[in-house]
């Protein structure tokens, strides 16, 4: 009985349609979604963990890659490094008051910094993770506004 569930198993996920199906979430499987929306490319990180840096629209962003250790990755955090000669501090607040995606702030050295978290523990499907990453491509812009009016 057992041989006849896991094909009936089988067979229901491969019937899926590709955007319902589960994104592997390894490093390169994360970086084959990205070069849907520009250029991406798979390097280390300073603390060892994969990353990825990309351009979308012209604006150069990163994504570190965390608990991959032992196969997909379990949380991924989307950031753009951004100058500007205007008030930092005021920019960022009016920023994290008005939007739900995309948190800005201040570093130690003047720069201007726009991340997002994304928790894929557990899986997530391959038109989800599309979506997050329209959701960065849209955030990017109106950040890019935002500061560069």
Known sequence: MRPLLAACALALVTAL????????????????????????????????????????????????????????????????????????LTLMNQWNEDQRFGAAYVAGDGQVILHWSVNIDGGITRANFEDSFDIWRLTLGEFSDHIYP
């Open 17 to 88: 349609p590709a955007s319902a199906q589960m994104l592997g979430a390894l490093p390169q499987d994360i970086v084959n979604v990205a070069r849907g929306y520009g250029s991406a490319n798979l390097e280390p990180s300073n603390n060892g963990q994969p990353m990825m840096r990309g351009n979308i629209n012209g604006t150069n962003y990163g994504i570190l890659m965390y608990g991959c250790e032992d196969g997909p990755c379990d949380s991924l955090q989307f950031f753009a490094t951004f100058t500007t000669s205007r008030n930092g």
